[in-house]
Structures are given as structure tokens and as C-alpha cells.
């Protein structure tokens, strides 16, 4: 039984897709981040880093949301969210997963904790209005590869959908939200259809309203 420490809507939604498409059974355990639970010594002691998600396999806890999907896709191969090894398709799943966590969440963690990034707070509304700008070129690399395919890897879904799915429903807010992007407003309209995503943000408490209702105006 997996044990997945997650807050609704946090880094912890993607691995929350993954462990509910492969059918795993597993433990959800909310971390109150609004009490800052995530740095209490006893999260600490699971995930050091103090952040959301964690997810406890056998007894071992890991962190980062990218790693722990990597590591389910690894361990449930059967449900094809990772092209196997040889496969030409394997280096783009890492490719979009690394531009994903590396480059689009790491803009949004400064947009979405700016005073992080300054010691004024009257420069706060600079801080976000430059990484909107920075999101949205993000978003439009991403449009681009979705104009020609269905899916980030091509023609089958991966769990850098799923990761992408959780990151654009972060971006809604953003001044180039990913609505204002036909070919992204059309894929997640597409993924709002899934099943998993369809039950996840139930249990989440995520209303997919907005992301379906937009490409209609689109
Ligand atoms: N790179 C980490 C980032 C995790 C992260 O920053 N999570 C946020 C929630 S989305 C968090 O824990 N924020 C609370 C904090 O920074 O104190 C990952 O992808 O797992």
C-alpha cells in the first residue's frame, strides 16, 4: 500500500493520477499546509526538503513530484505511462518531464511564493508580472508540440500529461493562462474527459469547470 502526503492541488496531484490510473492501492495523508505542517519534525523527518508531495514505498519515503512519477511508471510498466527502454520515444518522456519540473514549475514556485524572491514587498506585483510573461512562453512551447500531436510524446497519453495537466490547472490565473492557447485549451479540454482525471480532482476537490467551459469561448 502506497502512502501519498499531499495537499489538494499541490505538487502531490500529479503521483495522485499515476497511482489512481495504475489501480494501487494507496494511502492519501493530508499535509495541512496551511498550518505549515510541512515543516514540522516529523514531515521533516520523511521528506527534508519540507515540501509536498512525499510518497511512502515500503517503508521508504521519496521525495520530488517527478521522481515518484518516474519511479511508479517504472514500477507498473504494464500501464505504459513511460516508453520502455529502446523505445525512441523514452528520451522525450524525460525531456518533457525535465522541462515540466525544471523549467514551468520552477517559473510558477516564484510566481506563486514571490516574497521568496524579494526582500521588498512593493516589488511583488514586478515579481509576478515577469513570470507571467515567463510562464507564458513557457505555455507556448508547449502549445507548439500540441499543434502537431494529441500528446506531449506523440500519439499515446504518458504521465507527462498528467504532469502537464496539473501544472496548466496552476496556471489558470496567469495573464497568458493556458486557455489563451488554442492547441493547449483543446488538450486539456481533451484530458478533462479521462477517467482518472475525472476522479482525482473529485477526491481533490478541483473544479473542472473553467478548463472546459473556456475552449467553448475559444
Ligand atoms: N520540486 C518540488 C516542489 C514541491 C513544492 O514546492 N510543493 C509546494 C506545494 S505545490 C510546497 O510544498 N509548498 C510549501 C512550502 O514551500 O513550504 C516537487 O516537485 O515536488
Known amino acids: 500500500m502506497y502512502q501519498l502526503y499531499y495537499y489538494p492541488n499541490n505538487a502531490s496531484l500529479a503521483p495522485h493520477f499515476l497511482l489512481h490510473h495504475m489501480q494501487q492501492p494507496y494511502q492519501l495523508l493530508l499535509v495541512d499546509k496551511k498550518a505549515n505542517v510541512q515543516k514540522s519534525p516529523d514531515y521533516l523527518r520523511l521528506n527534508p526538503a519540507g515540501r509536498i508531495p512525499t510518497l511512502v514505498v515500503n517503508d521508504q519515503p521519496i521525495f520530488e513530484s517527478a521522481a515518484i512519477c518516474i519511479h511508479l511508471c517504472e ?3 504494464e500501464f505504459g505511462l513511460i516508453p520502455p527502454l529502446g ?33 521588498d514587498e512593493s516589488t511583488i506585483p514586478n515579481v509576478i508580472a515577469a513570470q507571467d510573461e515567463r510562464i507564458g512562453d513557457a505555455l507556448a512551447v508547449i502549445n507548439d508540440q500540441l499543434a502537431q500531436h494529441p500528446y506531449l510524446l506523440g500519439e499515446e497519453l504518458s504521465a507527462c500529461d498528467y504532469f502537464l ?6 496556471c489558470l490565473p496567469v495573464k497568458r493562462s493556458p486557455l489563451t492557447f488554442p492547441h493547449l485549451a483543446a488538450y486539456l479540454q481533451r484530458l478533462c474527459g479521462l477517467p482518472t482525471i475525472q476522479a482525482v480532482c473529485e477526491i481533490e476537490g478541483i473544479d473542472l469547470a473553467p478548463l472546459q467551459i473556456s475552449v467553448a469561448k475559444a
Not at 528520451?91 to 524572491?117: D, G, I, K, S
Not at 495537466?165 to 496552476?170: D, G, I, K, Q, S
Open 75 to 77: 514500477s507498473h510498466p
Open 87 to 119: 523505445d525512441a520515444k523514452r528520451p522525450l518522456f524525460f525531456q518533457w518531464l525535465a522541462y515540466l519540473n525544471n523549467t514551468l514549475q520552477a517559473e510558477l514556485m516564484v510566481r506563486y511564493y514571490p516574497h521568496r524572491h524579494t526582500d
Open 165 to 170: 495537466f496539473m501544472l496548466a490547472e496552476w
